[in-house]
């Protein structure tokens, strides 16, 4: 038993593919000030499904079928107009390079955008957000500390989650004999559908007989640990509920995964560096006209396993950063005119390409750290170490997810944030898991986000 069903993203697809067809319908009907004749409406869907295909990706690239799209409702119209925008333009370049069809529609186009938009932007905002599930799971939540009661709150703050806590139980407060009686009153009543436990706490160890008890009594019931209900509520790992044992069950990985996975690595860095290979001129003249200084530079990082390797990247500061910061925990240097520029892009990483290839990095995997930072941030956050399990990645689940890693600064608060999503991709890595985190880095260039 899931408690977060993904059935929402599949509506949300269907919900606007219905919307794309029905926007077709309704255009037609506005340029011929009639109703469509079915021969008519047929002819036009047919290059419009591909266009379906196309336009749905471009959603998925926007994050309009990201899990908390709803958070953003202030600029929820603001992205679903400019992605309109965008994916009519794709119509007249496919119109426009696939003459087959016979049509140049470039008045419907110009009214497709407006009718789309407001049946997308009504459909998201006026009717699925008001979509209630008709009964909610109820469950009682036996834990403890800062991430259960994020937990609690993210919960109980969101109507759209299908389940909820009827009652919570404070291990940290709650006697043992409490804990107890809570497990009883579980078993003996019929409408509480799940248990929500931190199993690993001593509080909840007297009380497993009798959980396990119930659940063969029970025709719906589920019983999760706490840390795998918050993974899949945050997208990350709560690093106060994580234990020794659970780190170590995520040291392995299926051999045909390494094996594409690497495989992917070399096509992937191959291809993308031949197509920006024609860059480098432009990128190594643009340095140095902005100021003189050397075009390249090498840096030392951790690692898989906590080797060291050395890493070139087009240099976008004046001098080299090594991450020894001092007593302020921030740089001196500064990002130079070009550098911004490069940044913003990604330019400045495309020699670590070549890191990539040599296995030392890979497309998909934790940041790969500075030693001084590695070694500081080792003696300060538990379990830091273990991101040094995947090898590390041009992109990953944290970078993505986290828009607030300390670019060229010490912070202890930012990295154990950026740790729960890396030890989340440690635990769920699969080529799924990477192409995801590679079509949502595609998104974060496109928009110049996290520079």
Known sequence: ????????????????????TVALWVTLLLRYLEPPSEELFLRHLEPFSYLFIIWVIIFFLAGLYGRHTRLFRSRLSAVILSTLVINVVTAALFFFLVPAFGLAPKTILLLYLIVSFALVYAWRVFFFLRIRT?????????????????LVQEVQND??????????????????????Q????????????????????????????????????????????????????????????????????????PRLYNILKRTTDIVGSLIIGLITLPLYPFIVLAIKLDDGGPVLISQERIGRYEQPFKVWKFRSMTGNDQGEYGVGGKTKLSVTRVGKWLRASRL???????????????????????????????????????????????TGWAQIKHDRDPHHGADIAETKQKLSYDLYYLKHRSLFLDLFIILQTIRIVLSARGS
């Open 1 to 20: 038993m899931t408690l977060v069903p993904k059935r929402e993203y599949i509506l949300l697809l269907l919900g606007d593919v219905a919307m794309f």
């Open 134 to 150: 008709p009964r909610k799971f109820k469950g009682t939540l036996i834990a403890s500390g800062p991430d259960a009661e994020a």
């Open 159 to 180: 109507p759209r989650y299908p389940f909820m806590f009827e009652s919570i139980v404070d291990t940290s407060r709650a006697h043992s004999h409490e804990v107890i």
């Open 182 to 253: 809570q497990a009883c009153r579980i078993a003996a009543e019929d409408d509480t559908a799940f248990l929500v436990a931190d199993f690993s706490d001593k509080a909840f160890l007297a009380a497993r007989p009798i959980v396990y008890d119930a659940a063969f009594h029970k025709r719906r019931f589920a019983i999760l640990d706490v840390s795998e209900l918050y993974q899949e509520v945050f997208d990350r790992v709560p690093l106060t509920l994580v234990q020794y044992e659970w780190i170590l069950s995520c040291v392995n990985t």
């Open 348 to 394: 400045d990483e495309l020699p670590q390409l070549w890191s990539v290839i040599i296995g030392d990095l890979s497309l998909v995997g934790p940041r790969p750290e500075l030693p001084a930072l590695a070694r500081e941030y080792s003696a300060r956050i538990p379990y830091y170490n273990a991101r040094h399990l995947a090898t590390p990645g041009l």
